[in-house]
């Protein structure tokens, strides 16, 4: 089963985890991708390691992985600049994107690996609003496929003293699994259902909610979403209300599964138009 919630650590992530870090400190950054790599190394996987700046920069942000050199060498480790290792195209189509580390991860496959390991400090990349929001789209979609199976594990890094707290938790809440951020809820994949909401949504976190789902509404091309709640502990009326309204702009009908009895008491209570839990 894939990790959800909170994480203080990036060691025992499996093979197809997603976590978003927040960070502080860059030099305290990259010593907990130095042990996500060294994770990936003894699951045989190929490691990434994007940034910014050259290839002899990046490296040098890599001293304490074992064996750096000859692990770049052999292919075994490949690093890149952001503007390098994300496309210029990411606003236009963020799919494009997901495409790409498809590929990665189907060449490092064919290369004898188990996958594709990827530590990427992606900040410069996202302090512009509408980049950010592609960025949270590209997010949703890759997570989607992380979710069917993909042999892929990610470590998205964003430093919070340059975005500020808000726009890290727009990015924070579109990852199963988070370090650093002030929501409590999450947005992500699951195989049973096209997303999954867990964790907690309290009325002050209403409002990131429905950004949340707009972003996520964005990407569906169906009259009908399914909605896999079996890790939502908490959601209040407010919350309901939101999805609701989004939901009802953008034409479609959510459908929650495995809601908690709290919250199909409070869907009896409330007049959504497109909010509907199965039995």
Request: with cysteine; glycine share 8%.
């Amino acid at each position: 089963m894939r990790l959800t919630g909170a994480l203080d650590v990036t060691r025992g992530l499996g093979g197809s985890d997603h976590l978003c870090w927040g960070y502080d400190d860059q030099a305290a950054f990259d010593a907990v991708a130095v042990e996500f790599l060294r994770d990936g190394l003894a699951m045989g996987q190929r490691l990434s390691f994007v940034g910014s700046g050259s290839p002899e920069q990046l490296l040098a942000r890599l001293e304490q992985l074992e064996g750096r050199d000859e692990l770049l060498a052999r292919g075994a480790l490949v690093v890149a600049d952001v503007g390098q290792g994300y496309i210029g195209t990411l606003r236009a189509d963020p799919g494009q994107q997901v495409d790409r580390y498809a590929l990665e991860v189907a060449h490092a496959l064919d290369a004898g690996y188990t996958g594709l390991r990827v530590a990427a400090d992606v900040t410069d990349i996202v302090l512009d609003a509408a980049d950010r929001a592609a960025f949270v789209e590209y997010e949703h979609l890759i997570e989607h496929r992380m979710a069917a199976g993909m042999a892929f594990t990610a470590l998205c890094a964003y430093d919070r003293t340059r975005l500020g707290p808000a726009a890290f938790d727009e990015l924070a809440c579109v990852h199963p699994v988070s370090h650093g951020a002030s929501v409590t809820f999450r947005i992500h994949g699951s195989p049973s259902a096209d997303i999954a909401l867990s964790g907690e949504v309290d009325g002050l976190q209403a409002e990131a909610l429905r950004q949340a789902f707009e972003a996520v509404l964005a990407t569906v091309q169906a009259e009908w979403l399914s909605i896999d709640c079996s890790q939502l502990t908490f959601i209040d009326h407010r919350s309901l209300l939101e999805i609701d309204d989004a939901a009802n702009r953008a034409g479609l009908t959510t459908e929650l599964h495995a809601v908690p009895p709290m919250v199909r008491q409070l869907l009896t209570l409330l007049d959504c138009r497109r909010v509907v839990a199965t039995p």
